[in-house]
């Protein structure tokens, strides 16, 4: 059964180093879209794409994060970097010492992302990633992909120090403003509004023993989701405490 991880590791996430390229890891489906137009006003110039083609199948080239911009400006790598799809971020971008993403929770991604790429992977040149049966019957073989896009291989045993290592915050979809606050605070910008991003609608349900069922077999997915979740807690408890998320 799953159970909630143990408290942080009693020591703070690393600082923002400015004049050191950043990369944020857009998970699918947890509101990157939105959070990737905030960024492009922060940074401008300095934020650098990361995606696949799904059309044509072509993989995100490998980017050359010189610093700094023309512009002065900080360089942030935003995109998707999935190791299991060859585009992942070891041996690409293994000197990058500075990590930002978003998590949602598991089976709520896994459901969001079935019901997106049901919608638009059409034209898509790999077919076999779009769901064909139920969604009942996908989520019972389905695997969340999220910790495929993360720095290195995650396990149970080095979660924890993964993330107060590497990343200066963590955040979450279903905390998405406190997320923005702490974002900017430790990026060093003004907190911004969130522009509404469409969700995908929605015409299937899931029973009680679904989900029960995909959370026991996933359950590494979720102690990385709630210490997460737990740490974004922490620092917008420590951004209102200084006074500085009131903005």
């Not at 009693?10 to 137009?37: D, L, N, W």
């Not at 997915?221 to 903005?247: H, I, M």
């Amino acid at each position: 059964m799953y159970c909630a991880s143990a408290g942080s590791s009693g020591h703070g996430m690393i600082e923002y180093q400015r004049h050191e390229p950043a990369i944020f890891i857009h998970v699918p489906k947890t509101a990157g879209t939105s959070v990737r137009q905030i960024f492009n006003s922060w940074f401008g110039d300095g934020l650098l794409p990361h995606y696949a083609n799904a059309s044509t199948g072509a993989l995100p080239e490998v980017t050359e994060l010189t610093h700094p911009r023309e512009s002065g400006r900080p360089v942030c790598l935003f995109g998707h970097f999935n190791q299991l799809r060859g585009f992942g971020i070891p041996g690409r971008y293994d000197f990058v010492r500075q990590y930002l993403t978003i998590v949602r929770e598991p089976i709520e991604q896994a459901i969001s992302e079935y019901f997106y790429i049901r919608k638009v992977g059409q034209n898509w040149k790999d077919q076999s990633r779009v769901p064909k049966v139920p969604l009942e019957s996908h989520l019972a073989s389905a695997s969340p992909n999220f910790l495929n896009h993360f720095p290195a291989v995650v396990t149970q045993d080095n979660y924890r120090d993964l993330i107060e290592e590497k990343f200066i915050s963590v955040g979450t979809t279903e905390h998405l403003e406190a997320t923005i606050k702490v974002f900017a605070a430790r990026l060093g910008f003004k907190p911004m509004t969130i522009p509404r991003e469409n969700e995908t609608p929605r015409d299937q349900q899931i029973s009680q023993a679904t989900r029960e069922s995909f959370i026991e077999r996933h359950q590494l997915e979720y102690l990385v989701y709630d210490y997460c979740r737990r740490r974004l807690n922490d620092q917008s408890l420590e951004l209102r405490t200084s006074g500085s998320g009131s903005a």
